[in-house]
């Protein structure tokens, strides 16, 4: 079973410019997960999805990032103009249900750099 | 005050021996625990759930204080492969809906 996957693995990219980056969850995963390590903190929540729908969107860092998933499949994550501080490594995740004690698989990351 | 704090580390140990990583959070509110793995430059991989009655899985066994509000992992007879970040994970709401991570402990097995 394929696992989730994220595109691209890294992105450099400057200050002003956009990114988009995409993640495939686990087929069939209605619950999708977006967060972010800066370098030396903790990984922060961003958002959720449940098929196509936003859940919480509540970690979301300001209007610069637009989250997507039409057809509740695979999501987009664009930052639009990026900045210096929005480097750092952006995980995607999903799980089949939401409940307690659900497992999390999360895909491998993006690292993003913003010069 | 950050809502999970660990020891970042690093924990250096021989092989076989035990150790043991605490994991405090701050919200009485919050409803699931978790430990996870995190091999450098991986993503993070579920060890296990951590429940109030405690639960082992071979050599890590993990516990639960909601008094305290602490979550601990033991780790028995360590392997050189146990050497990885350990993230303490904490959800305010059954499941996954809002989770927080704890910075990781890093645990480094010495030959």
């Known amino acids: 079973e394929a696992g989730v996957t994220q595109f691209p693995s890294h992105s450099v990219i400057e200050k002003g410019q956009t990114v988009t980056l995409r993640c495939d969850p686990i087929?069939?995963?209605?619950?999708l997960y977006w967060y972010r390590r800066v370098m030396g903190k903790e990984i922060k929540f961003l958002l959720h999805?449940?098929?196509?729908?936003?859940?919480?969107e509540s970690g979301m860092p300001n209007n610069r990032f637009l989250a997507e998933r039409t057809g509740g499949t695979y999501s987009t994550l664009k930052v639009q103009p990026a900045e210096l501080e929005d480097s750092g490594v952006y995980f995607c995740?999903?799980?089949?249900?939401?409940?307690?004690?659900?497992?999390?698989?999360f895909g491998s990351g993006t690292q993003l750099s913003v010069l | 005050r950050k809502e999970v704090e660990q020891d970042p580390g690093p924990f250096n140990v021989p092989e076989g021996a035990t150790v043991a990583f605490n994991c405090t959070y701050s919200?009485?509110?919050?409803?699931?625990f978790f430990w996870y793995r995190q091999d450098c430059r991986k993503e993070p991989k579920l060890l296990m759930s951590?429940?109030?009655s405690g639960n082992e899985d071979g050599r890590f066994t993990a516990q639960l204080n909601r008094a305290s509000q602490y979550i601990s992992l033991l780790i028995r007879d360590s392997k050189l492969s146990d050497s990885a970040t350990y993230l303490c994970?904490?959800?305010?709401?059954?499941?996954?809906?809002?989770?927080?991570f704890g910075i990781g402990t890093k645990l480094q097995v010495i030959p």
């Open positions: 995740a999903s799980s089949l249900q939401q409940g307690a004690g659900e497992k999390l698989f």
């Open positions: 087929s069939g995963h209605d619950n």
């Open positions: 999805f449940v098929k196509e729908s936003k859940q919480d």
């Open positions: 919200n009485s509110a919050s409803q699931s």
């Open positions: 951590v429940y109030s």
């Open positions: 994970v904490v959800s305010s709401r059954g499941g996954y809906q809002k989770v927080t």
